[in-house]
């Protein structure tokens, strides 16, 4: 399958810093990405979709100041968690999905963030 | 309720055991549906996808029943390797979202 990789795999920070989190799909365009975020023991859970050159669209509850996406290339997406506080302390993961011709929408996991915010 | 929703166990069997796990849907909208399979502290991966007329792929079955929106999974033979939380996913058609469930775990015991 197609390979997307994450950076960094992991990242502890003192409340109150910025964290970014880079997703890059190594060897697809991806049209689409999506960022989840996993607590222990619970599922992911989808915080917002990005698409190439346009806004990302973000889900219900999810603050969209805080957490800023960016996908300025078909290879790149971002995700900045701002003023990261304790209980931002979670699993991030990213997903991408190619264009029709990349199958029926399957989406490519990441291998994921930790991020402990201190 | 939740849209996709799962036993969630844990599930404790013996090497060479079957085990089925089981799931629900709320969204008709959905399109397809998928088992991944998820280890600790790393990504879901993909483990199969799920149709009407069902799917099997070596020692797993998986079964889709639209009319009672319901998904299963079935694993023979369990192997200690298959330990895992499996995870029940819901593609919408609409914009592509995949929800997941919360996920079961197994554990297979030598």
């Known amino acids: 399958g197609a390979v997307v990789s994450q950076h960094p795999s992991w990242v502890i920070c003192k409340s109150g810093t910025s964290v970014k989190i880079e997703c890059r799909s190594l060897?697809?365009?991806?049209?689409?990405m999506f960022w989840y975020r996993q607590f222990p023991k619970q599922s992911l859970m989808l915080m917002a979709t990005?698409?190439?050159?346009?806004?990302?669209?973000?889900e219900q509850g999810v603050e969209k100041d805080k957490f800023l996406i960016n996908h300025a290339s078909l290879t790149l997406s971002t995700l900045t968690v701002t003023s990261a506080h304790p209980e931002d302390s979670s699993f991030y993961i990213c997903?991408?999905?190619?264009?029709?011709?990349?199958?029926?929408?399957?989406?490519?996991f990441g291998p994921g963030t930790r991020l402990t915010v201190l | 309720r939740k849209e996709v929703e799962q036993d969630p166990g844990p599930f404790n069997v013996p090497e060479g055991a079957t085990v089925a796990f089981n799931c629900t849907y709320s969204?008709?909208?959905?399109?397809?549906f998928f088992w991944y399979r998820q280890d600790c502290r790393k990504e879901p991966k993909l483990l199969m996808s799920?149709?009407?007329s069902g799917n099997e792929d070596g020692r797993f079955t998986a079964q889709l029943n639209r009319a009672s929106q319901y998904i299963s999974l079935l694993i023979r033979d369990s192997k200690l390797s298959d330990s895992a939380t499996y995870l029940c996913?819901?593609?919408?058609?609409?914009?592509?979202?995949?929800?997941f469930g919360k996920g079961t775990l197994l554990t297979v015991n030598p």
């Open positions: 997903s991408a999905r190619g264009g029709v011709t990349s199958g029926s929408g399957e989406q490519f």
């Open positions: 969204n008709s909208a959905s399109q397809s």
């Open positions: 990005s698409n190439e050159g346009s806004k990302a669209t973000y």
């Open positions: 996913v819901a593609l919408s058609s609409s914009n592509y979202k995949l929800t």
């Open positions: 060897d697809f365009q991806a049209t689409t």
């Open positions: 799920v149709y009407s």
